[in-house]
């Protein structure tokens, strides 16, 4: 994931000074041949508070992007930072696996798109505000959910998950060895009361983990908190159903590009385009039947990481992966 929390933002200042957009660039010179043409229209799948649409809006004066974001006061923030470029801009406010809901609504049945963007995980606005729960190095409800306004939050997660299902979202999202001695913890120090706060729970995670173990690695809440953010809006499984819809969206001839944090998401995304730039033909076919070719064209040879330069300008693109692929079959989804 973004590294959450090492430092939290002023909240106050406007969207545009807050969010410095991770690899802006490389994404646009890689969907440019697909949305660089009149009446061209791009769906940032990830809106956040606009930086990589307001990229592209710049950059691209023919271009109209459809931006969709779960968490309103994100969408709030983009709409009055892109408010210059009119209808160019259109925002959704929805979980970005309804991709393929959102392009009708805004074009009509049967509509395709010229680009996707998807810059996956937490957003620079979430991470900035530590009233949200995103932050371990800031005392906060113990919230994190993308869209506060639904659901259940973190603090919910911990007062209901069995022992069971708390050692397998620490170990699935997180990856976390000790993940039975956090989750033992967890249960024993709930019994008592509720845990309602990320000091609490930053406590707790120092208690379990022995001392060696967290002299290293960065802070060891880091691992628990990415996999309850991860749980409490269903993210893998949300990415999951996204990108075949995304796939179906775009025109042949289209691109889709994605930027994942960690390696969970960044499997789920080589495996989709892997699979569908991978002809389903037998080896040795001399001939490969039209249904069986490859949908995608890749854009990456595995992915593309930020150079030490971005880095350093933007600490946040150290763990970013980009990968990216063309549609040049029409999208027959083989899951």
């Known amino acids: 994931m973004r590294d959450a929390s090492e430092s939290v933002r002023d909240s106050s200042r406007p969207a545009s000074e807050r969010h410095v957009p991770v690899l802006l660039a490389e994404c646009l010179d890689m969907l440019a041949p697909a949305i660089d043409r009149p009446g061209a229209v791009l769906v940032d799948g990830t809106l956040g508070m606009g930086g990589h649409t307001e990229g592209a809006l710049e950059r691209f004066e023919k271009l109209t992007v459809i931006g ?23 925002a959704v406010h929805t979980t970005y696996d309804n991709i393929d809901e959102a392009v ?11 680009g996707i963007l998807m810059d996956l995980g937490v957003s620079s606005l979430q991470l900035d505000e530590a009233e949200r729960g995103f932050a371990y190095s800031k005392d906060a409800p113990l919230d994190m959910r993308m869209d506060s306004t639904t659901g259940p939050s973190a603090a919910d997660l911990l007062a209901t998950a069995s022992e069971g299902e708390l050692i397998r979202i620490l170990r699935t999202y997180g990856e976390e060895k000790f993940a039975p001695r956090i989750a033992r913890l967890i249960i024993r120090r709930r019994d008592v009361a509720p845990i309602k706060r990320t000091g609490e729970l930053v406590d707790i995670i120092r208690e379990a983990i022995p001392a060696p173990a967290r002299r290293t690695g960065g802070n060891p809440a880091k691992r628990t908190f990415q996999a309850l953010r991860v749980a409490v809006n269903d993210e893998l499984t949300i990415l999951e159903r996204a990108l075949p819809r ?11 590009v994605v930027e994942s944090y960690q390696s969970l998401e960044d499997r789920i995304v080589k495996d989709v385009l892997r699979c569908g730039s991978t002809s389903s033909a037998p080896p040795g076919l001399p001939i490969i039947p039209e249904e069986m070719a490859p949908s995608l064209r890749l854009l990456t040879k595995g992915a593309n990481r930020a150079d030490q330069a971005e880095q350093d300008h933007n600490p946040r693109s150290a763990s970013v992966r980009l990968r990216g692929a063309e549609l040049i079959r029409e999208w027959k989804d083989l899951t």
Do not use: C, M, N, Y
């Open 104 to 114: 009708t609504d805004q074009l009509g049945q049967g509509a395709r798109v010229d």
């Open 246 to 256: 995304a796939l179906a969206s775009l025109r042949v001839g289209g691109r889709l």
């Open 68 to 90: 969709i974001d779960r968490d309103p006061q994100a969408i709030a923030l983009a709409s009055e930072r892109l408010e210059r470029f009119g209808e160019r801009f259109r």
